[in-house]
C-alpha cells in the first residue's frame, strides 16, 4: 500500500481511540503491536503492514481494505459513476450502491475517491455539499490527492459557485482545474463548465471559444449527449449575441437529432431555449407554439416555462392567459429568477394600482431580488421597468435605467 495514506491512518486511529476510550498502551496490549512500531503509525511518520495495520483495527471491530473482491468492486463502482457523470447518464443507483458500502470505503485505501463522489453527487442534489466539501478538504491534508482526482473536485467546486450565483469564485476554481493539465473526459467537462460560467457574465467571446473546445473533445471521445448540450449552448451565445437566425437553425437542428441520443429533458432544454430566441424576436405567438406541443408535467422540468408563457400572453395582450400562467407558477416552489419574473408581471397587469405606486413597486421588486438573481432576468426586469416609465412620462426613471441597460449590454430589448 502506498506510503501516501499513512496520516490519514493515524488519523483514523486517533478517531477510533477516542470513540472507545482507550489509551495507546491499551491499543498496543489489544492489537499486540509494540508501543515504539504502534507510536510511529499513530504519529503519521511509519505506516507499517497492512497485516499491522488490520491487527490494529481489529480492535476496533473494523477492517481497513487495501485489496480483495469488494475493494475491487468499490473500486469499480466509483470510477463507473464517475464517467456516467461525465456522460451525462442515470447514476442514481450507482450513487446509492456506493453509500451503502460507506464504513468499507471510509477505512480503505479508495477514501479520497469516495469523498470525492459523495462530494459531486451533494453538489448535483444541492444538499450536504457544505459537509462534504469540507470532508474532503480534511482528508486532502491526510492524503496525497492524485491530479485527476483534484482536477475533478475543482471542477465541482467550480460548478457549486456557480449554481449559486458566485461567477467570479466559479471561475477562479474552474481555471485551476484547467491549469492542472489535461485529463481524459474530465477536461471537456473544465471547458464547458467554464464557457458557462463565462456566459453567465455576459463574456461571450471566451464562452464561445471554451464551447468550442469542449464540443471538439467530447466528439472526440464518443461523448455524443455532452456533445449535444453543448451545442444547446453555443447556439444560446449566438442569440445573446443578437445571431437570432443562426441559433435558431442550430435549435431546430438539434431537435431533429433528439431522436438519436436524447431523452425528454434533453428535448424539453432544446426547446425552453427555442422559445426564448423567439421571444427576443419579438415573435410572441411562434413562442407560443413550442408550448402546445409540450406536456404540461413536462413543465416542472423548466419552471421558467410559466413566465415563458406569461409573458408571451402579456405582450398579446391576453392578460386572462397570463394570470393563469402566473398563478400557475406561483403556486409551486420555484428558483428565484422565475418567481421574480412572475412577480414583476403581476405588477405591471395589477388594474388596481395607478402609474406612481406600479414603478414604485417595480423598482422594490428589482432592489429586493437584484443580488439573487441572474444577469438576463435583471435586463428583462430593467426593460420592462423602462418602457413603462417611457409610456408613463417618467423620463429620469428611464433615463437611469437605460443606462444601466447599457452597462449591462442588453441584447434583449423589447
Request: with cysteine.
Amino acid at each position: 500500500m502506498k506510503e501516501k495514506y499513512k496520516l490519514y491512518v493515524a488519523d483514523l486511529i486517533k478517531q477510533k481511540k477516542m470513540e472507545l476510550g482507550i489509551n495507546s498502551k491499551e491499543l498496543s496490549e489489544r492489537s499486540n503491536v509494540s508501543k515504539s512500531y504502534l507510536s510511529k503509525i499513530e504519529n503519521g511518520s511509519y505506516l507499517g503492514s497492512m497485516e499491522t495495520i488490520n491487527f490494529i483495527f481489529n480492535v476496533f471491530g473494523i477492517e481497513f481494505y487495501y485489496e480483495g473482491e469488494k475493494f475491487d468492486e468499490l473500486s469499480e463502482l466509483m470510477d463507473e459513476y464517475i464517467i456516467n457523470q461525465i456522460k451525462a447518464n442515470d447514476t442514481k443507483a450507482i450513487i446509492e450502491k456506493i453509500i451503502s458500502y460507506h464504513e468499507n470505503a471510509v477505512y480503505s485505501a479508495l477514501a479520497e475517491k469516495y469523498y470525492l463522489c459523495r462530494f459531486i453527487n451533494s453538489v448535483l442534489m444541492k444538499d450536504e455539499f457544505e459537509y462534504w466539501d469540507k470532508e474532503f478538504n480534511r482528508i486532502s491534508k491526510l492524503i496525497i490527492i492524485d491530479s485527476k482526482i483534484k482536477h475533478i473536485y475543482l471542477d465541482f467546486k467550480g460548478v457549486l459557485h456557480k449554481n449559486n450565483n458566485d461567477y467570479q469564485n466559479a471561475i477562479k476554481y474552474l481555471i485551476e482545474a484547467k491549469n492542472l493539465g489535461k485529463f481524459e473526459y474530465t477536461s471537456s467537462m473544465v471547458s464547458y463548465h467554464l464557457s458557462y460560467t463565462y456566459g453567465k457574465i455576459n463574456n461571450l467571446l471566451d464562452a464561445y471559444r471554451l464551447a468550442v473546445e469542449a464540443r471538439d473533445s467530447f466528439n472526440k471521445e464518443s461523448n455524443w449527449k455532452r456533445e449535444w448540450y453543448t451545442e444547446c449552448h453555443i447556439a444560446n451565445l449566438f442569440s445573446r449575441s443578437g445571431e437570432f437566425q443562426i441559433a435558431n437553425k442550430m435549435y431546430l437542428d438539434l431537435i431533429q437529432r433528439y431522436d438519436e441520443v436524447g431523452s425528454v429533458l434533453m428535448k424539453n432544454t432544446v426547446k425552453v431555449n427555442l422559445m426564448w430566441n423567439y421571444m427576443k424576436q419579438l415573435k410572441w405567438s411562434e413562442a407560443l407554439q413550442i408550448l402546445e406541443k409540450t406536456e404540461e408535467n413536462e413543465f416542472d422540468m423548466f419552471k421558467i416555462s410559466y413566465f415563458h408563457c406569461a409573458y408571451c400572453y402579456f405582450k398579446l395582450n391576453q392578460f386572462e392567459l397570463m394570470n393563469l400562467w402566473i398563478e400557475k407558477g406561483l403556486s409551486l416552489k420555484l428558483d428565484n429568477d422565475t418567481r421574480t419574473l412572475l412577480e414583476m408581471l403581476r405588477i405591471l397587469s395589477d388594474n388596481l394600482i395607478d402609474e406612481d405606486e406600479r414603478i414604485k413597486k417595480l423598482l422594490k421588486c428589482k432592489k429586493n431580488n437584484e443580488n439573487c438573481i441572474e444577469l438576463e432576468t435583471l435586463i428583462i426586469i430593467n426593460n420592462e421597468i423602462r418602457n413603462y416609465a417611457e409610456t408613463n412620462f417618467k423620463y429620469k426613471i428611464a433615463y437611469e435605467v437605460t443606462k444601466e441597460l447599457l452597462t449591462t449590454k442588453a441584447t434583449f430589448v423589447v
